[in-house]
């Protein structure tokens, strides 16, 4: 026993006596070649990335119309904190968060627990599962629009008949469009997060199922102190990226609703939109990137934050 | 060493392709900003507004006949049609980045906006050049005049607001299609027998994109109600708490809530609207009187299905909520395209509004491909002037007129009221929510809302 190697030692790999560094040694050692592969990304990456970012924090502090800007300070940052529909937006975009978090995070978990302890045709349930990831977002709004029709032929409207349930008005409604938006998107999202789920749990070493058997414990017993303590790392990742990912939604409020009804599901992206581009004269870009800056800081401070705090209970 | 050279020569393979793609864009970019720079020897490139993207080939048939007709009398000049839509969004990028089209339509709503930025170019000379700066409609010209007095486009196209209705639901809900609704109380009825005859929507009206807050504005005015004061100075005071609004909306929430006769859908625009109505989903609605032709050629309605009526007036001073769009020309084209422009817009907008061989050529190049002539509008010149062009053009007349009867019997006794001019857009905006709010509430509360909207409308125009 006492021989058995030690697989996570690190190997021994020989290490290349360090040139003294010059541009000569440089281009000999392919530094030119790695520079000429890495330059058309670079350039993409420049263009279509950190420029546009770079440039929206200065529009940020700046009055422009695109043709000519002007500074102005933090007037942006004001006129968006002074805005009454930024405390709605936000509401309604931690609101949507919430039940995408009470719908839409267990789901994927629970399905994919089940999904692994079926025994045959894993493969059509995956494939079933991850089918509404394949539809274009956009055909999968439109199709559950049409879904949604509030008239009583509307589908859901037709299936609630059968069971004696009247009309709904779904989209139509204040209080039914944001629940029936998350419906939406947890359908659509699952099936991502059942795939990683499923990886997850192949790396669940067997032989602690067989031990928890042998101490007689029950299948929910199994999955809360095996199953879930395994998959800590990737639920904490995958709760963060949810997050961050539902804090940005904008896709179906912008396609279902446009933020109705009376401002209902205008959640924060939404209007960031709104300000850039609902206005027909040209919108007022300043505040648009005023709000996107601050957006985005907050992400990332809470990312950082969300990082600190599990950091000591991930495995990973 | 070998490898390392293969290595550079597919790094250099990969940055050339790469460079060659970029210069392919930049090329094209160029080709877009520069007219002429192709090298097309002494003609002025002129690219100009056809039509928003989804326009039937029909349409594009009949563009391509008068652009060469146009190419033929002006041969040194290339005309490009350019897809258009005029959206604000789009505006302001296409006009930085140059590839507005050199003519192109805005709404009146935006033109005083936009002159004000100097975003439109001036042809006070032009105009006068041309001959008939003094035969526009007063009330319209002044919408493209600046502070300065200068004239900034030419009005080609105007509308009063309408009742379009379906005579086929009217039918089938016992109503004689030849006598449509006069009053508003009419429309509430003919809506409720609609809605429980066939199960359609009787009444419906757009709410959503600005919509909203432009059919209240309509349906205000229609209930003599005005939404805004122009107090002549620059400034305007905002009067969306008076009656004629509250009318309007408690005739929504009465045909919603207390009749059932709305149907299901609250976030319709001008778009989704005339979809639900050509599809035969809606009784009835209103909006501008030229939609006649974007029904048949755009939304596939059956033009024996069609009807149209003048919107009730009710209350006092009422009006129908005019509106309508302006040729203009983009600021940073150079002296030779401008005079080109000016010829196009002459020829293609202008000339048929006062010309009979021009009426009758345009006429004839668009009944050939089967779109709608005869539509009825509202003139930019004198009345007489229209009705007099109606008779040139009387052979390609193809639209129902008998079905439009009732509108264009009456459309003359009703006043026509200008749109609301400080930050129209925005102000509609604002309206949108209210609309909403009456429309899935059935317990709103009307006077708040429009306080609210009042006072933050007021706030808007203060800044």
């Not at chain 1, 699952?190 to 299948?219: F, H, M, Q, R, T």
């Not at chain 2, 009187?289 to 009710?314: I, K």
Request: proline share 6%.
């Amino acid at each position: 026993m006492a021989t058995q190697p030690d697989v996570d030692a690190p190997r021994q790999v020989p290490v290349r006596e360090r040139r003294a560094s010059n541009p000569v040694t440089w281009v000999r050692s392919g530094g030119l070649t790695k520079l000429l592969f890495a330059l058309p990304l670079i350039f993409v990456f420049t263009i279509f990335s950190w420029l546009p970012i770079a440039r929206s924090v200065i529009m940020s502090f700046q009055k422009t119309n695109l043709i000519t800007s002007q500074w102005v300070g933090l007037d942006n940052f004001v006129a968006v904190l002074r805005d009454p529909l930024l405390g709605t937006a936000i509401a309604n975009t931690g609101y949507f968060a919430l039940l995408a978090l009470v719908m839409g995070f267990p789901i994927p978990i629970i399905m994919a627990v089940l999904m692994s302890e079926v025994r045959r045709g894993k493969g059509l349930y995956s494939a079933l599962a991850y089918l509404p990831v394949v539809i274009p977002p956009v055909v999968a709004v439109l199709l559950w629009k049409v879904f949604y029709d509030a008239s009583p032929q509307g589908v859901f409207n037709t299936l609630l008949g059968y069971v004696g349930i009247p009309p709904q008005p779904f989209l139509q409604s204040q209080t039914q469009a944001m629940p029936a938006l998350v419906i939406e998107a947890t359908w659509a999202a699952a099936g991502g997060s059942i795939i990683i789920y499923l990886a997850a749990l192949l790396i669940v070493p067997p032989e602690l199922y067989d031990a928890a058997e042998v101490d007689g414990a029950g299948i929910w017993r199994k999955i809360w102190h095996v199953t879930l303590p395994q998959m800590r790392g990737v639920i904490f990742v995958m709760l963060i990226l949810q997050v961050l990912a539902t804090a940005q939604v904008f896709l179906e409020p912008y396609l279902f609703t446009g933020g109705g009804p009376v401002h209902a599901t205008t959640t924060i992206l939404l209007l960031i939109y709104n300000y850039a581009f609902k206005n027909s004269l040209g919108g007022n870009y300043g505040m648009a990137t005023a709000l996107s800056v601050m957006l985005a800081i907050f992400l990332a401070l809470l990312s950082w934050v969300y990082f600190r705090l599990t950091n000591r209970w991930s495995t990973s | 060493m070998r490898s390392i050279g293969r290595k550079t020569a597919i790094a250099g393979v990969t940055l050339a392709a790469g460079a060659l793609l970029l210069t392919a864009c930049s090329s094209d970019d160029g080709n877009n900003a520069s007219p002429g720079a192709d090298g097309s020897g002494k003609k002025v490139e002129l690219r100009v507004a056809t039509f928003p993207p989804g326009a039937d080939k029909a349409a594009y048939d009949a563009f391509a006949v008068q652009e060469k007709q146009f190419e033929d009398a002006n041969p040194d000049i290339d005309v490009i049609g350019v897809e258009y839509e005029w959206t604000g969004p789009t505006f302001a990028v296409q006009l930085a980045g140059g590839s507005l089209p050199d003519v192109f339509t805005v709404p009146f709503t935006d033109t005083k906006t936009l002159l004000e930025n100097g975003q439109l170019m001036d042809v006070t000379q032009e105009m006068k050049d041309l001959g008939y700066a003094d035969k526009f409609n007063p009330i319209i010209l002044d919408g493209v005049t600046g502070t300065d007095g200068n004239v900034y486009g030419f009005p080609r196209q105007a509308y009063a607001m309408a009742l379009h209705y379906n005579r086929n639901l009217f039918e089938q809900a016992g109503l004689d299609p030849n006598s449509p609704p006069t009053t508003w109380d009419e429309v509430r009825a003919d809506a409720k027998a609609i809605a429980e005859k066939t199960g359609k929507a009787g009444y419906a009206q757009m709410a959503i994109n600005n919509t909203g807050g432009w059919q209240l504005t309509a349906t205000t005015v229609a209930h003599g109600g005005r939404t805004q004061i122009d107090n002549g100075d620059g400034t305007y005071t905002e009067t969306i708490n008076n009656p004629g609004t509250k009318a309007a909306l408690q005739f929504l929430h009465d045909v919603r809530w207390e009749d059932n006769s709305f149907g299901s859908k609250f976030d319709l625009d001008w778009g989704t609207i005339n979809q639900e109505f050509a599809a035969g989903n809606i009784g009835m609605y209103t909006s501008g009187s030229d939609v006649y032709t974007a029904l048949v050629r755009d939304f596939g309605m059956d033009p024996a299905q069609y009807g149209m009526t003048v919107v009730p007036m009710d209350g006092e001073d009422p009006g129908t909520l005019g509106g309508g769009d302006v040729a203009v020309i983009s600021p940073t084209i150079d002296d030779a395209t401008k005079a080109a422009a000016v010829k196009w817009i002459d020829w293609y907008y202008m000339q048929k509004l006062m010309n009979e061989d021009a009426a009758v050529t345009d006429a004839k190049a668009l009944s050939d491909a089967g779109q709608a002539v005869g539509t009825p509008v509202l003139p930019v010149l004198s009345k007489d002037l229209y009705e007099q062009s109606l008779t040139w053009i009387a052979p390609y007349i193809n639209v129902p007129l008998d079905q439009m009867k009732p509108f264009t019997d009456h459309i003359w006794e009703q006043t026509p009221v200008g749109e609301p001019k400080g930050k129209t857009q925005e102000i509609y905006a604002l309206l949108d929510p209210v609309v909403q709010a009456v429309l899935t509430d059935q317990n709103a509360d009307i006077d708040a809302l429009l306080n609210q909207a009042n006072s933050d409308a007021q706030a808007l125009l203060d800044q």
